[in-house]
């Protein structure tokens, strides 16, 4: 595994573990499973758990989701969240700005720089898009099965091997 104690893990790797089928839903399982039990400190943006609610909320059909995922979230001993201060928010502006960046490509890769970790996703357009600004990483490059996207390989998006 990469040595980076720190990670920023946005929400499609979360979603995809939750999904049932193959490829990006395995490599999410396995990585958080291994994330989680060996200890690495977890930064996440509050966007993360709004991403949550309103996908779970439509994924499962139900009316509320929020105070079920506070809880969990809340007990995760090595969860840290980011808030949106003005600070952050400047910064995060400023490298949309320079990167053309979505929203969540911006809070992301912010809330990865200002931790001092790696990002990890699964958003094809965001791992593309960030390369350039921190280091991210598909699950399975981050675990090790497959190499890293950085700025010099974004025209292979999804992390994988070329064949």
């Not at 400190?41 to 929020?66: D, G, H, Q, W």
């Not at 958003?123 to 190499?147: N, W």
Request: hydrophobic share 45%; net charge negative; aromatic share 8%.
């Amino acid at each position: 595994m990469i040595g980076a104690r720190k990670l920023t893990i946005d929400a499609s790797v979360y979603l995809a573990a939750l999904e049932k089928g193959e490829g990006g839903v395995n490599e999410a399982r396995v990585f958080l499973r291994q994330v989680l039990s060996e200890g690495y400190e977890v930064y996440l943006p509050r966007l993360f758990l709004l991403e949550l609610i309103v996908t779970l909320r439509a994924m499962l059909n139900v009316k509320s989701v929020y105070s079920t995922l506070a809880r969990q979230w809340a007990i995760a001993d090595n969860v840290r969240w980011l808030d949106a201060d003005s600070q952050f928010t400047r910064a995060a502006c400023e490298l949309a700005d320079q990167g053309d960046l979505r929203v969540s490509d911006a809070i992301y890769a912010v809330t990865a720089r200002l931790s001092g970790g790696v990002l990890v996703s699964l958003d094809p357009a965001m791992l593309e898009r960030v390369g350039s600004h921190v280091s991210v990483f598909t699950p399975a490059s981050f675990i090790g099965q497959k190499t890293s996207t950085t700025a010099e390989d974004t025209e292979n998006p999804s992390g994988d091997l070329p064949q």
